[in-house]
């Protein structure tokens, strides 16, 4: 079986005021933090690579936010996004990998929480896979969001994104 890589973003696990702020689909934190936790295990097996683009979670004590990272399948890595902080111990025991972006050159892609401006895409043909934004419309053509609320709360295959 090959592994597979995904990539997710602005999951805010824990943050009520998402709810109303995005308009999405839930009753309550809980509600919605268990459904994200559904929606990530059916695409995403134990081998497989998940990238997670920012905004984790928000307002949640240690224990509830370790019991929820701790239901997610896949091997995660986090680039960070403008609600997550580096030296978070949760973040670090639940992450393997945590930067500020990643390139994928095999891909044609770049991956960041806030979108590039669009000259750094230019200089090497790049799709700038993102999050932060939500419900909004990315910038331009060459950029492509991946918050949780234009991918059916479900994280996308790589392959997906890639250019062709």
Request: charged share 25%.
């Amino acid at each position: 079986m090959s592994r597979e890589i995904w990539v997710t973003s602005d999951t805010h696990f824990g943050h009520s005021n998402i709810i109303k702020y995005c308009d999405r689909p839930y009753n309550g934190t809980q509600e919605m933090d268990w459904d994200l936790i559904d929606k990530w295990n059916s695409v995403v097996n134990d081998g497989d690579i998940v990238y997670h683009l920012g905004d984790v979670y928000m307002n949640s004590s240690k224990g509830y936010m370790q019991n929820i990272l701790g239901k997610l399948k896949g091997r995660k890595r986090l680039i960070l996004g403008n609600h997550d902080n580096g030296k978070d111990q949760v973040l670090q025991n639940f992450f393997q990998k945590i930067s500020i972006w990643r390139m994928f050159p095999e891909f044609g892609l770049l991956l960041t929480h806030v979108p590039v401006h669009e000259s750094t895409l230019k200089t090497k043909s790049l799709i700038n896979i993102h999050g932060h934004i939500h419900q909004n419309e990315s910038p331009t053509k060459n950029h492509r969001c991946v918050c949780v609320e234009q991918t059916d709360y479900t994280p996308i295959n790589i392959e997906e994104l890639r250019v062709k």
